[in-house]
């Protein structure tokens, strides 16, 4: 469920960023979305070699996404809160 829900995350940030205001924290936050979603997709990928299913779709995992998303939304505020300190140039 974390690699569904980042995913999500990362195409929503992207629709932001190409289609919104295009700014570093959304490009930032953009990114490290993009770069968690290609980490849970290598290790879904190991995981259905082990022999377990592609997707788990746990409460554990539901927890893990919920944590992830949580914590890219909370590095999204701190870069836009340091955006707005610096002056534009």
Not at 9 to 34: D, E, H, N, P
Not at 39 to 63: H, K, N, Q, Y
């Amino acid at each position: 469920m974390c690699e569904i829900m980042t995913i999500l995350a990362a195409l929503a940030f992207t629709a932001i960023y190409f289609f919104g205001k295009r700014s570093q924290a959304v490009f930032t936050t953009m990114l490290m979305f993009w770069g968690a979603a290609l980490m849970w997709g290598v290790d879904c990928v190991a995981e259905m070699m082990a022999g377990e299913p592609l997707f788990d779709i746990s409460r554990e995992d539901t927890v893990l996404g919920f944590i992830i998303l949580g914590a890219g939304l909370l590095v999204f505020a701190a870069l836009s809160l340091i955006g707005r300190r610096q002056p534009q140039l």
